[in-house]
């Protein structure tokens, strides 16, 4: 054959791949509201930067007559590109294929991408849109599923992984975003769930749609399965881009420092009046958060889940860090389990990727009553003590109103290794509000002797005074101060050196 025809035969076998299961399936993709695998990920990587691997890869399978309609790239789409001019490694189911199913062949394409991401110390992002198994493939599928999820598993804590969830997700299928550092859905588009509305109509007899078992809204608020919901495939796409401008893109490095034009000292007067004087008065702890960071802005994560806990990122002084906070404003900051859990797995991820950690506490306590307790509020709340504890990033704590009992130390305390704590004067640390306290300690008093103790108690406990005498406090800070005394704390902090004892890993109570 002449070189020409060689050259032409490739491009032909080229463009003809590009086209995955064919255009009908293109035009029927596109009829359902969605973008086609190479379409997502044109759009979610720096212009022209795309590199395609194994684009030509079939499948092996000859059952159900499979072996006549081999089509090239099989239902993944798979390779490597840029975001913010910073490498990734990505994959996308592809669901004109098969309806982008798992074959033993796409999970070889999708591993090779796991390993390479890996081997470079890059980003990976699994854009999911997928049947699930391939059933004319058998054990071959749900083995690579295994594939998939152990080096989901390997590089945990290594790069950051990150799943979106632009369509379907079944069964065992969801065990790999599951496995990934943050998930992303979209409304109305993406599903999630282990067995569908006609298998849990069969076993528990509920009548449920897929959009409440699963859906978008369901997993951000309910489940705490989702970390992002979106209202388009664009938003999910862009909003990756975002979250990984706060990140490293390893466990080496620190995450990227821009250079800030918002002034370090600059002080915020509206701070000294976000507080209520009375502790009884709920405000919206972003209030306080927004002003503090880097042009007030604040990246969100899990807005809609356990809102009485709030964990996201934000830059100080150009460097990226995480903000885990109670919220007042929602149950009163109390800490529950989903709290719990959404604030120590945050706590995690920044200490598996160098982020320093910023805590601003006002917490009354950990949520009473049967159902908590039944559910393990003790084993789900140990996880924050034990997060912050094993975390080695600069962690600095801010005390903006209430820090009580158990909460004040699970809170990133001075002995749980916190290493600046600050506290605002109106600051009220002590084993429990004046009220609970002179009910226990003056049980059997008159009303007038009540009154009086409940003061003399607000006047010697609740305040931050007790905490600053015996260092637990490093300092008192007016609230316009915020955020020059958060960024001097910061560069303190910045060459910090610490590493807990060698060991295989830990067990944390879960
Ligand atoms: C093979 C499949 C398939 C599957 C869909 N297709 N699911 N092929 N194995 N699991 C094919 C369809 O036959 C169709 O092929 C094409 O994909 C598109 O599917 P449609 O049904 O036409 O699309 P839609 O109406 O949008 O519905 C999509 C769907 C539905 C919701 C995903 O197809 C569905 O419910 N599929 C079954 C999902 C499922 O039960 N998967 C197994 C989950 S268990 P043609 O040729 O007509 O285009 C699992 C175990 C994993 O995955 C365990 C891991 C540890």
Known sequence: MEKEDLYSRFVERNKNAELGGGVSKIEKQHESGKMTARERIDTLLDKGTFVELDKLMVHRCSNFGMDKNKIPGDGVVSGYGKIDGRLVFVYAYDFTVYGGTLSATNSKKIVKVQELALK???????????????????????????????????????????????????????????????????????????TGPDVVKTVTHEDVSKEELGGAYTHSSKSGVTHFLSNSEEEVLMGIRELLSFLPSNNMEDAPATISTDDIHREEESLNTVVPADPNIPYDIKDIIEPVVDDHYFFEVMPHFAKNAVIGFARLGGKSVGIVANQPAYLAGVLDIDASDKISRFIRFCDCFNIPLITFEDVPGFLPGCTQEHNGIIRHGAKI??????????????????????????????????????????????????????????????????????EDYKENFANPYQAAELGYIDEIILPKQTRFKLIQALDMAHNKMQTNPPKKHGNMPL
């Open 120 to 194: 470079n110390g890059a980003p990976v992002i699994a854009l999911n849109d997928s049947g699930g198994a391939r059933i004319q493939e058998g054990v071959e599928s749900l083995t690579g599923y295994a594939s998939i999820f152990y080096q989901n598993t390997i590089a945990s804590g290594v790069i950051p992984q990150i799943s979106a969830i632009l369509g379907p997700c079944a069964g065992g299928a969801c065990y790999s975003p599951a496995l990934t550092d943050f998930i992303f859905m979209v409304k109305e588009k993406s599903h999630m769930f282990v």
């Open 385 to 454: 003590v034990y997060a912050y504890a094993e975390a080695t990033v600069p962690k600095i704590t801010l005390i903006t109103r209430k820090a009580y009992g158990g909460a004040y130390i699970v809170m990133a305390s001075k002995q749980t290794g916190s290493d600046v704590n600050l506290a605002y004067p109106n600051a009220e640390i002590a084993v429990m509000g004046a009220e609970g306290a002179v009910n226990i300690l003056y049980r059997k008093a008159d009303e007038e002797t009540k009154k009086q103790a409940i």
